[in-house]
Nanobody, 116 residues
Framework: QVQLVESGGGLVQAGGSLRLSCAASRSIFNINAMAWYRQAPGKQRELVAEITSRGSTNYDDSVRGRFTISRDNAKNTVFLQMNSLKPEDTAVYYC??????????WGQGTQVTVSS
């Protein structure tokens, strides 16, 4: 089992930056993939970015070039650096740890609000 705690959300003006952190309760070294999802009001949860245990990354088209996912295995932490934020990035951001296709865990979420 893995507990995940997100932090770093907040209110920022359009064009600004935020850095989200996701601290895991155990080593993330051999976790298949760590990811960030987001859910805006009235919308489904969507994948924002993911990073595999080998360091491969994948981004949604809407954030590619603006967001960067990274992991610090020594600190059991995953980060999401968000630059050039837009109002449409407003959502609750969730950290996800996928141990296998059928075994995954979620954090409690952190609110990101981008004002125009």
């Amino acid at each position: 089992q893995v507990q995940l705690v997100e932090s770093g959300g907040g209110l920022v003006q359009a064009g600004g930056s935020l850095r989200l952190s996701c601290a895991a309760s155990r080593s993330i070294f051999n976790i298949n993939a760590m990811a960030w999802y987001r859910q805006a009001p009235g919308k489904q949860r969507e994948l924002v970015a993911e990073i595999t245990s080998r360091g491969s990354t994948n981004y949604d088209d809407s954030v590619r070039g603006r967001f960067t996912i990274s992991r610090d295995n020594a600190k059991n932490t995953v980060f999401l650096q968000m630059n050039s934020l837009k109002p449409e990035d407003t959502a609750v951001y969730y950290c996800n740890a996928r141990l296998s296709p059928a075994t995954y865990y979620w954090g409690q979420g952190t609110q990101v609000t981008v004002s125009s």
